[in-house]
């Protein structure tokens, strides 16, 4: 998120604009929590993690009174346009605002890969590849002492972290709410491997499946002898929000950034602007909010081929 702040402070300076940071997102608004950004402000922070303005969750914002104090703080300001770097729950929060008639333009963001009118959020392929990245370490361990591993990734709903890290690590089983496992299925799955005469294996569960990580050690508790494999567990949590943005997201939070800028130039609000293809497209907040991009279930099929 900071090389959003960044991009889209910067290029609208560049516009010879003035900007505002706001502290804490829509908290923020309805609190008057803001402060003037110049270009030096945003030094230093594009190989940061998360945002130096703060983030929080606002449910005073769904409210009608919590919106127009924001819009009072806003006007009493002169502010007159606005770029929110945020989820679905934010973007929601964007068209509720465009729906009052003030200029808003979203930026996707979120970790959950779940945002309608983008391929990619900002954040996603970081978390994928620190995901990829334990699920590599434990390997290692799994390799040299002939054992399974279960490995589960954030993701709230949306099994998208899971699938391409679980895909990207050559998982043996990826389990995701989008296509339920059950338990028994997943330890009839690592027996198969170990009669196969693989000698260490590797289950992904995203955190929003029916059948997460506690729910299967305690299966797998009560039915040890079925799977061949020793078993042990990691819950990666919120390490993996953490750590340093791979070029990939600092470049997507550049482009982004710019672009909602750009959108504000040009008189045209009320969009979210997101990566598609190779290229940037705005897409009615109208028809983002409330909705959620599925992911691509053959990508679950591919992995279950390869899994042999
Ligand atoms: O939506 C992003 C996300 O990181 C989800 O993947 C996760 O379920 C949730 O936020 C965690 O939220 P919190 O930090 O409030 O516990």
Known sequence: MNAAVRAATRA????????YGVRNGFAGLIAD???????????????????VLGTARCPEFR????????????????????????GNGSQTGSRRLAGDGF????????????????????GVDTAVNITLEAIDRLRT???????????????????????IAGIA??????????????????????????????????????????H???????H?????????????????GHVVRGGVPSAFDRVLATRLGAASVDRLARGEPGVLVGLVGHDIVATPLADVAGRTKPIDMGLLDLARVLAQ
Not at 12 to 19: D, P
Not at 33 to 46: C, K
Not at 141 to 163: K, N, P, W
Not at 223 to 228: K, M, P, Q, V
Request: charged residues 25%; contains cysteine.
């Open 12 to 19: 609208a300076l560049a516009q010879g604009w003035e900007v």
């Open 33 to 51: 929590n803001m402060e003037p950004l110049r270009a030096r402000d945003v030094g230093g922070i594009i190989q940061r993690g998360g945002t």
């Open 63 to 86: 409210e009608d009174a919590g919106r127009a104090r924001a819009l009072r703080n806003l006007a009493r300001r002169a502010i007159d346009a606005l770029v929110v770097i945020g």
């Open 103 to 122: 200029p808003v333009v979203g930026i996707a963001s979120t970790i959950d890969n779940d945002v309608y009118g983008t391929d990619v959020t900002i």
């Open 141 to 163: 361990t799994g390799a040299s002492h002939q054992r399974a591993f279960l490995v589960e990734t954030m993701g709230r709903d949306c099994g998208y972290i899971a699938l």
């Open 169 to 210: 690590g050559g998982a043996e089983v990826i389990a995701i709410p989008e296509r339920e496992v059950e338990p028994h299925e997943v330890a009839e799955r690592l027996r198969a491997a170990y009669q196969r005469g693989k000698t260490h294996a590797l289950v992904v569960v995203a955190e929003g499946a029916r």
């Open 212 to 218: 997460d990580a506690r729910a299967l050690m305690r």
């Open 220 to 236: 797998f508790a009560e039915h040890r002898d079925a799977l061949g494999f020793e078993l042990r567990v990691t819950t990666l």
